[in-house]
């Protein structure tokens, strides 16, 4: 099958530093392609000179400016909604692709029900995984989101899904990414986004991919830690995760979910951790953003003409998928 190119998307907040290693890399990796492509940087307000160096060494990138810093999901959504060719890279500024990054990626996109695929990261310098493919689990009806999993023999034959795909390095299919609207804005400024994302697709009935010989190496950001305090970025990350459970769980789950919040909270209380109370109390505020968010998701189903899955069909879908195929998991 032939594509119409890839368009890389790189948010950026203060990265000039990763920027002048990540770019080369980038560009070899697309020279590599055989593909067109065109690369676009939507910065989110940055107080480095990540726009200086950009516009002095790199002036073929398309270069977004938020005149406020704004978040993740609202700063890559500016470059998505920018982007002209048929697949999407969506790609961090603390990652660098390998030189053949792309070469054994395309195939999943012959496929008419791909959504995505993502690749296996690993350490800037080391070879040790930091992601793979997104192994799903549930603690009681609370859905995980830190479980990876690869095939024990990789084989290039192997077609292993993933629950989502690390907006680090995810390549998407255009089309499918735009009739999403991209990523949800209820998710900033950061986490859990991409999981949305994906799980959308997956409930819309698309696949989401991990292919492990596609291989890009992670600098462990701390970015987010090193412009918010700890416990800001905690009051964050679970308000998000109770906004990725009050959207996407429905009937009993999410009844049971409701129930598990009463001594998950008490416990969080008797030992100090008063966050918890501020991301209740801004989980609760975000209800009417979390009805639009359902309704959006419901109207598209509706539009496409399919019924959506339940989460817990997604997952007997990927875990099914499984059965007797030994699998490293971590």
């Known amino acids: 099958m032939a594509y119409h190119g ?22 070899k990796a697309l020279e590599n392609s055989g593909q067109q492509y065109e690369v676009i940087i939507s910065d989110d307000r940055s107080t480095d000179d990540s726009i200086a160096y950009l516009e002095a060494y790199h002036p073929s990138v398309i270069l977004i400016k938020n005149p406020v810093n704004r978040g993740f999901s609202p700063t890559i959504n500016e470059g998505i909604f920018k982007a002209t060719k048929d697949l999407v890279l969506l790609l961090n500024s603390d990652v660098k692709l390998t030189p053949d990054y792309f070469h054994s990626l395309f195939k999943y996109f012959d496929l008419p029900d791909t959504f995505g695929v993502m690749g296996r990261i690993i350490g800037w310098e080391d070879e040790k995984i930091q992601d793979a493919a997104k192994y799903p689990s549930f603690h009681g009806a ?4 830190s ?8 084989s290039e034959n192997d077609r292993l899904y993933s629950m989502y795909l690390s907006g680090a390095n995810a390549l998407v299919d255009r089309k499918k990414l735009l009739s999403l609207g991209g990523f949800d804005e209820i998710y900033a400024p950061f986490y859990v986004e991409d999981f949305d994302l994906s799980l959308r697709a997956w409930r819309l009935g698309w696949k989401c991919y991990y292919d492990h010989f ?21 009051t964050i990350y679970y308000r998000n995760k109770m906004f990725l459970h009050a959207i996407h769980l429905s009937g009993g789950n999410k009844i049971l979910w409701c129930l598990q919040q009463i001594p998950e909270t008490l416990i969080r209380v008797f030992t ?10 801004l989980f609760f505020r975000g209800r009417k953003k979390m009805n639009t968010s359902t309704k959006k998701l419901n109207d598209l189903a509706k539009h496409n003409g399919t019924i959506l899955l339940d989460v817990e069909k997604v997952v007997a879908v990927i875990t099914g998928s499984l059965k007797d195929k030994p699998i490293q998991r971590f």
């Open 142 to 145: 609370k859905i995980k989101t």
């Open 147 to 154: 479980g990876n999993y690869y095939a024990a023999q990789p």
């Open 214 to 234: 596609a291989v890009c190496r992670h600098q462990v950001s701390v970015s987010i830690k090193s412009s918010s305090s700890k416990r800001f970025v905690n």
């Open 6 to 27: 890839i368009s890389v998307i790189i948010p950026n907040y203060n990265g000039r530093h990763l920027l002048e290693q990540v770019l080369p890399c980038l560009y």
């Open 272 to 281: 100090l951790r008063f966050y918890y109370l501020r991301s209740l109390s």
